[in-house]
């Protein structure tokens, strides 16, 4: 079965980085779009960004210029780069491929 495994989650203070990793586990990751979606606490999912096999990517209005989503199908892992953190980034980020296949979440918090 297809796992998908996040990483990279944590609590940075406003302005600060972080990047998530999403590695696809027995998917053939390369051929298939991946998105970041986040859940705020009491909030519903919602999509950050996408990028297409061939990296054409979409962002949300509210991460655009602060954040990158990248891939590396050749490691079958997803990537995205957050910069200028703000509080209200704060949410479960979740990986995506193939808009069925779900990481388990990873918490990013963003507190001063």
């Known amino acids: 079965q297809v796992q998908l495994v996040e990483s990279g989650g944590g609590t940075v203070q406003p302005g600060g980085s972080l990047r998530l990793s999403c590695v696809a586990i027995g998917a053939t990751f390369r051929f298939y779009v991946m998105g970041w979606y986040r859940q705020p606490p009491g909030k519903q999912r919602d999509l950050v960004a996408t990028?297409?096999?061939?990296?054409?990517?979409n962002y949300a209005d509210s991460v655009k210029g602060r954040f990158t989503i990248s891939r590396d199908n050749a490691k079958n892992t997803g990537y995205l780069e957050m910069n200028s953190l703000q509080p209200n980034d704060t949410a479960v980020y979740y990986c995506?491929?193939?808009?069925?296949?779900w990481g388990q979440g990873t918490q990013v918090t963003v507190s001063s």
């Open positions: 995506n491929v193939r808009g069925n296949i």
């Open positions: 990028i297409t096999p061939a990296g054409n990517t």
